[in-house]
């Protein structure tokens, strides 16, 4: 059986949009109906989730979004479980990509924290801090890595499926942000990245780096 290509939190947008272009054209009001039911195709495209293709080997990390990388730049806000430093990702989400996010390796989940902020223009820098996020750590005997979900001036709400103790594949969904967002992908600084500033990248699909 197939699964629907779209993500089932649009369904509530979705709907009602369609509901109300379907009552305007029975009211003869074609030009509003039209307006409203091109909304609704631009919703479904928003919250449109296709299948991926997801590379196979070990101590690989994927990029946990689609979008464009606007930032590669060393942490030292923290360091990894074995004292490592780290390095951030950041993969910047515009409205017309997917947004549907996936974890960037198989691991344990072993923290999911929401922490609540503002709501800037989620490609600025100092977004990574200040802005509303979840942030979720991946614990691989290998070194973590952790995804932070941030919500940007149009994105207001971050869906997290996974919770603290699950186990999940690289590639596997565990969330989205609506309309317009960034993912941080923060990793070991030892990895050797495969992307660079300015890439456009795919949730799932493209390696961001390899664990040595």
């Known amino acids: 059986m197939h699964r629907l290509p779209i993500e089932k939190d649009g369904l509530v947008f979705i709907l009602p949009t369609l509901a109300v272009s379907g009552f305007l054209f029975a009211l003869r009001f074609p030009a509003s109906g039209t307006i409203v039911l091109l909304l609704a195709a631009f919703i479904v495209y928003f919250f449109r989730d ?5 590379p196979a080997g070990e101590r690989i990390i994927l990029a946990p979004a689609d979008g464009k990388i606007v930032a ?13 430093s780290l390095v951030r990702v950041s993969i910047f989400l515009s409205v017309f990509d997917v947004h549907v996010n996936r974890a ?6 072993q923290e999911v924290t929401h ?3 503002r709501f800037k223009a989620a490609w600025a820098e100092e977004a990574s801090q200040e802005n509303e996020q979840t942030l979720i750590r991946f614990a691989t005997p290998d070194g973590d890595v952790w995804v932070k979900l941030i919500a940007g001036l149009v994105a207001r709400r971050i869906v997290c ?8 594949e690289g590639g596997e969904r565990i969330g989205l942000i609506r309309f317009g967002s960034r993912a941080d992908c923060i990793l070991p600084e030892a990895a050797v990245l495969r992307v660079r500033r300015g890439q456009t990248v795919k949730g799932g699909s493209t390696i961001l780096g390899v664990i040595p």
Request: no cysteine; charged share 30%; net charge positive.
């Open 115 to 117: 922490s609540p902020g």
């Open 104 to 109: 960037p390796i198989a691991a344990r989940i």
């Open 161 to 168: 499926r996974v919770r603290p103790g699950q186990k999940v």
């Open 50 to 54: 296709p299948e991926r293709e997801i």
């Open 72 to 84: 590669i730049k060393p942490f030292p806000d923290w360091k990894g479980p074995f004292g490592e």
